[in-house]
């Protein structure tokens, strides 16, 4: 198993910037990629970005294609998400998640999750 702990979370104003970290536990060699997503209130749970851990090419959202960016840094089997220039529509709770087959594309097939962090963005 793979266990996923965020933090980095917290209240920020429109246009701050914000770094999420991702702590991989376990058997960290089965890991392919690394993904972020997000939920807000009364909405589904969406794809932001993901990374993958052995070539290191990412993707992004169009949405925050631009602002964010996410990195690892296998030594420390940690990966991160850059957040800058935030808007209120980035408010959400943000997960990790890991995957450790090829299937699919970035936005799926994730089977490892962590607890979330919550980001929200005041006007």
């Known amino acids: 198993h793979v266990q996923l702990v965020e933090s980095g979370g917290g209240l920020v104003q429109t246009g701050d910037s914000l770094r999420l970290s991702c702590v991989v536990s376990?058997?960290?060699?089965?890991?392919?990629?690394m993904a972020w997503f997000r939920q807000a209130p009364g909405q589904e749970r969406e794809f932001v970005a993901a990374i993958s851990r052995s070539s290191g090419s990412t993707y992004y959202e169009d949405s925050v294609k631009g602002r964010f960016t996410i990195s690892r840094d296998n030594a420390k089997n940690t990966v991160y998400l850059q957040m800058n220039s935030l808007k209120p529509e980035d408010t959400a709770v943000y997960y990790c998640?890991?995957?450790?087959?090829?299937?699919?594309?970035?936005?799926?097939?994730?089977?490892?999750w962590g607890q979330g962090t919550q980001v929200t963005v005041s006007s």
């Open positions: 376990g058997r960290t060699s089965n890991v392919y990629g």
């Open positions: 998640a890991a995957k450790s087959v090829a299937l699919g594309g970035w936005d799926t097939g994730y089977a490892y």
